[in-house]
């Protein structure tokens, strides 16, 4: 089975556009999570989309937004990028959203801001 | 608020050694602990996690990890060091809402041979 899948792997954007990741959950998985893992860092959570709506949204601005898809697919949309948007963006996929399941993660979105 | 704290932010061992990676967490609630392993240029990969069934829980790749409360600890540990361990290793807890992982800072495992 595919695990989570993300595209593209790796961009490089100027200060100020908007970008858009894109995720596909694990067959079966509801739950879509993002995260945003500075170099040399710990991963931080962005949001929780659980059957398309909004669960939990960690401490970004309101230039990060994301949705789910009826497929549970999932996109992360950043807008007036920074060059501390540079990151790695990673999604992750669980099972209907209870706190002891596993969350699973993608390999990431390499994002570079110049 | 839940948080983890890992110390050391690198270890270095020798191949064969005992791998020793320590986590504390702080969490109001009964926690759900996670271990999570990040080769260079991957995404995160679950070694183990604790969900309040048995406190010595045993992962992939010959790790395991012991809860205690008393100690709010979850180190993370392998009696035998290999090559192939060297990653970077993250300790996480399940923020309060069970919406989100918070994760520590890592911790970078060197083996050397």
């Known amino acids: 089975d595919a695990g989570v899948t993300q595209s593209p792997t790796h961009l490089i954007k100027t200060r100020g556009q908007h970008v858009t990741l894109r995720c596909s959950p694990i067959?079966?998985?509801?739950?879509v999570s993002w995260y945003q893992q500075v170099l040399g860092q710990g991963p931080q959570f962005i949001f929780q989309y659980y059957e398309k709506e909004e669960r939990g949204r960690g401490n970004f601005p309101d230039r990060f937004s994301a949705r789910q898809f009826p497929n549970y697919s999932s996109e992360l949309n950043v807008n007036a990028l920074l060059l501390g948007d540079s990151a790695l963006y990673l999604c992750?996929?669980?099972?209907?959203?209870?706190?002891?399941?596993?969350?699973?993660f993608g390999e990431g979105s390499w994002l570079t801001v110049v | 608020a839940q948080s983890v704290t890992q110390l050391g932010s690198h270890v270095s061992v020798s191949e064969g050694a005992l791998v020793l990676l320590r986590c504390n967490y702080s969490?109001?609630?009964?926690?759900?602990l996670f271990w999570y392993v990040q080769y260079p240029n991957q995404g995160l990969q679950l070694l183990l996690k604790?969900?309040?069934?048995?406190?010595l829980v045993k992962g992939i790749n010959g790790f395991e990890a012991e809860f205690k409360k008393s100690e709010t600890s979850f180190h993370l540990t392998k009696p035998s060091a290999h090559m192939s361990d060297a990653a970077e290793y993250f300790c996480a807890v399940r923020d309060q809402a069970g919406t989100a992982l918070i994760f520590g800072k890592g911790t970078t495992l060197s083996v050397s041979s």
């Open positions: 969490s109001s609630v009964p926690p759900y």
């Open positions: 067959s079966g998985h509801k739950s």
């Open positions: 604790y969900t309040s069934a048995a406190t």
């Open positions: 992750a996929s669980s099972l209907p959203d209870r706190a002891g399941n596993t969350i699973y």
